[in-house]
């Protein structure tokens, strides 16, 4: 069983950053990619960002893209997601995924979930 432990999530004004990180525990084997999704109240959840094995690949969500950076930790069991000049639209819970197979934006391919994080976007 793997665990994902999200961090860094919080209140932060229009424009401003947050740096969110996934530490990935347990029986982990062999390579997996890593991911971002989120849920605002009354949505459904949407995927934000995933990133492959290496660390040599990278896919975003239209609405984050210039603004969001996902990256891998040096040890490959943590990612995280520097997400800067913030809107109000990006308030929502944030959780980490990890997937055996290969990464897309699709929330059914992603076997691992964590608890997720809370980011409020104050206007």
């Known amino acids: 069983q793997v665990q994902l432990v999200e961090s860094g999530g919080g209140p932060v004004q229009a424009g401003g950053s947050l740096r969110l990180s996934c530490a990935a525990s347990g029986r982990i084997f062999g390579s997996y990619a890593m991911g971002w999704f989120r849920q605002g109240t009354g949505k459904e959840r949407e995927f934000v960002a995933a990133?492959?094995?290496?660390?040599?690949?990278?896919r975003y969500a239209d609405s984050v893209k210039g603004r969001f950076t996902i990256s891998r930790g040096n040890a490959k069991n943590t990612v995280y997601l520097q997400m800067n000049s913030l809107k109000p639209e990006d308030t929502a819970v944030y959780y980490c995924?990890?997937?055996?197979?290969?990464?897309?934006?699709?929330?059914?391919?992603?076997?691992?979930w964590g608890q997720g994080t809370q980011v409020t976007v104050s206007s």
């Open positions: 990133i492959s094995w290496s660390g040599g690949s990278t």
């Open positions: 995924t990890a997937t055996r197979s290969t990464y897309n934006g699709l929330a059914q391919t992603y076997e691992y």
